[in-house]
């Protein structure tokens, strides 16, 4: 289908096949509109070290989605997270369950988000409203007043997708964000993060599933990946180190963090700068952002895939309105706006505060303060649900409570 030509107005184009997309088309699907996914790898994820924690607040929209029930299969779930204090032992201990009458499901999801990506695949596929179109890259796009046509590169040939609607959820780099004209403003941090998988008992040292150590100079989120020993230790360096002799840097600061000096193996790890970063607006016509391709954060919080989650959730509901109910467009343009500010008023702030906790924590007292907050918090279960409900805030009310039609009782 070509430029111009008239074009379904009920169809949607996802870009990008990473968790966010393949969970945004599969929701799309699920309340009746046709979606075609394009991503740009082949079907088969990589296992680069990448995102493993699912924050609480999304397990019910996994559960209504059907795929938490496999990933909780497939995952290790927590019910705690301890704050180890490297330097005295010390050791305080967060528990989900103080949520017990606020949500169904208070625990915390560890899988690797390719796992989560294989598993929502496999459901999409079963969809016959989605058409997956994968090795297709994404090169542009141009807009009319009818829909958007998409340029891509797919088996070493160039063609055009056309649709109503196109939602970009093709990361960081996003090249539908570029092809709006929209940057990423913001802020990159001094540090590279570095995502360790590694072999080493950390439950023998006292860490829970989930832990983050604190200390000066060492600060660390450790988590269990699986139940055959395989960790995730997460640190940071400063970014002007060079790259090249990370690895051997590495193995020094294990050193010193290990009990008896151990250097355990390292099965595989990534180093990545860190950001904080949102685009001006959602929404450009008719395309639309979700997720990292519409903002960016420090990965501390466990906020990039949660805050990207609770994006899709209101875009569902505001692209079924126009699509499906034929409301008007302005319906975006909110969707837009209460996501910006869930980002820029919540998950970044809480996100860059946790990682200068974490990883700058070496200013005078700074260390002492923050033990004695965390000591404060744990000390009573009624502060750690207030603790933990800040989280909460990363989902939007719905945009509109009730169909019109629904309070006549006709649909
Ligand atoms: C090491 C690491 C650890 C992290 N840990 C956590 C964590 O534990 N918890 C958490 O909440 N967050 C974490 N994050 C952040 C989290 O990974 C991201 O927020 C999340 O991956 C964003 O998902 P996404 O689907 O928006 O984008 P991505 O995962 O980046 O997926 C984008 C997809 O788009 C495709 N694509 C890109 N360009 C094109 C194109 N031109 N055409 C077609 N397809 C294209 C890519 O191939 C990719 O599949 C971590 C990040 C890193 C780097």
Redesign the pocket.
Same mark, same amino acid.
């Given at each position: 289908m070509c430029e111009g030509e008239r074009v379904a107005q009920d169809s949607v184009i996802v870009?990008?096949?990473?968790?966010?997309? *393949?969970l945004h088309a599969l929701a799309l699907a699920r309340v009746g509109v046709d979606v075609t996914l *394009?991503?740009?790898?082949p079907p088969r994820?990589t296992n680069s070290?990448?995102?493993?924690?699912?924050?609480w607040s999304i397990m019910r929209g996994l559960d209504e989605l059907g795929v938490l029930d496999e990933a909780l299969r497939r995952g290790l779930i927590h019910r705690t997270w301890s704050i180890n204090v490297l330097g005295t032992g010390e050791r305080m201990q967060i528990d989900l369950g103080v949520l017990a009458d606020d949500i169904e499901h208070p625990f915390t999801l560890h899988l690797p988000?390719d796992e989560l990506a294989d598993i929502v695949t496999t459901a999409l596929l079963a969809e016959p409203r989605v058409t997956v179109a994968w090795d297709?890259?994404?090169?542009g796009l141009r807009q009319d007043a009818d829909g958007v046509t998409v340029d891509?590169e797919a088996d070493g040939a160039v063609r055009e997708y056309r649709a109503a609607w196109v939602v970009g959820?093709?990361?960081?780099? #996003? #090249?539908?964000r570029r092809a709006t004209g929209l940057g990423l403003p913001g802020i990159t941090w001094p540090e590279r993060?570095v995502?360790v998988n590694v072999r080493h008992d950390f439950a023998a040292q006292g860490y829970d599933v989930s832990a983050v150590q604190l200390d000066a100079r060492d600060g660390a989120l450790v988590?269990q990946i699986d139940r055959d020993g395989l960790w995730r230790y997460?640190y940071a360096e400063n970014l002007h180190l060079p790259e090249e002799s990370l690895r051997e840097r590495m193995d020094e600061m294990f050193r010193r963090v290990l009990p008896g000096g151990e250097v355990p193996e390292v099965e595989t790890w990534?180093a990545?700068r860190m950001h904080q970063r949102v685009a001006n607006t959602f929404r450009v016509g008719r395309v639309l952002l979700?997720?990292?391709?519409a903002h960016?954060?420090a990965?501390t919080s466990?906020?990039? *895939?949660?805050?990207?989650f609770f994006d899709s959730v209101t875009l569902v509901e505001a692209l079924a309105e126009v699509v499906l109910h034929g409301a008007d467009h302005e319906i975006l343009d909110r969707y837009s706006e209460v996501r910006r500010k869930v980002f820029t008023g919540l998950a970044s702030p809480v996100s860059s505060e946790s990682k200068q906790l974490l990883w700058n924590a070496d200013g005078p007292g700074r260390l002492e303060e923050e033990v004695e907050r965390f000591r404060w918090i744990t000390s009573s279960p009624d502060r750690q649900r207030q603790y933990l409900l800040v989280g909460r805030r990363l989902e939007s009310p719905p945009l509109r409570r009730r169909r019109a039609t629904s309070v006549a009782g006709s649909v």
């Open positions: 870009v990008g096949g990473g968790p966010h997309g *393949l *394009l991503e740009a790898r994820p070290p990448r995102a493993m924690t699912f924050h988000q297709t890259r994404v090169t891509v959820a093709d990361g960081a780099t #996003s #090249s539908v993060f995502a988590a997460t990534a990545h979700l997720a990292d391709a960016v954060t990965p466990g906020y990039g *895939l949660a805050g990207g």
